[in-house]
């Protein structure tokens, strides 16, 4: 398994050809996403095979958008299927890994203790302090393709996805879930409630 190879190359291919607009599903959102799979592999005693499997599907797991935002998990999944085996990764974790890929769509339902990590991995801003920042830019990203329009409208979605919400990980729990839980609060109090 070239993890380093696999790195550099789905890193590469992401800069390159993501499209402009994709303000929140961006290269940043990738090194994000891989960075919190460390931190919570690291208070989950995740290491060795698994977590190269991790950091894998931490890299590709929004490679989809390449194609177009509809399905794109399936089209992450077909990516990682495409290329992972010129860098030696066998058919079985080429399997697990697009296992964890797929366990973040919303809702997520993580089937394994590496789904789990992965799952709060991706969600892992809803508690951090730059909540605010970062949901501003999915609502940029939301706007452009005219899910959304008014803050009121983004405010209510928000309300919506932070109550149906949860980490899985105890590390993620501990870390994550009092401030996440602060943000809900806050964006209520926006809409007057």
Request: with cysteine; hydrophobic share 35%.
């Given at each position: ?44 005693g995740v ?15 929004d490679s ?106 105890p590390t ?22």
């Open positions: 398994m070239q993890f380093g190879e696999a790195k550099k190359f789905i890193l590469g291919k992401l800069k390159k050809e993501l499209p402009q607009h994709l303000s929140y599903h961006s290269v940043e959102h990738v090194k994000d996403v891989f960075d919190s799979c460390k931190f919570i592999a690291a208070g989950e290491k060795g095979e698994d977590l190269k499997l991790l950091l894998t599907a931490a890299l590709f797991h989809g958008f390449l194609k177009g935002p509809k399905e794109h998990e399936k089209k992450s999944c077909q990516i990682a299927r495409k290329h992972l085996p010129d860098y030696g990764y066998t058919a079985e974790q080429v399997k697990k890994i697009c296992g964890m890929i797929m366990a973040t769509k919303v809702p997520q339902q993580p089937q394994t203790h590496l789904e789990e990590i992965i799952c709060d991995a991706d969600l892992d801003y809803l508690g951090r302090e730059d909540f605010f920042i970062i949901g501003d830019k999915l609502f940029a990203e939301l706007s452009v393709y005219g899910i959304l329009s008014t803050e009121d409208e983004w405010n209510k979605l928000q309300v919506r996805f932070l109550e149906a919400h949860h980490y899985f990980t993620a729990i501990k870390l994550r879930k009092k401030k996440k839980d602060k943000h809900l609060k806050l964006v209520k109090s926006k809409l007057g409630h």
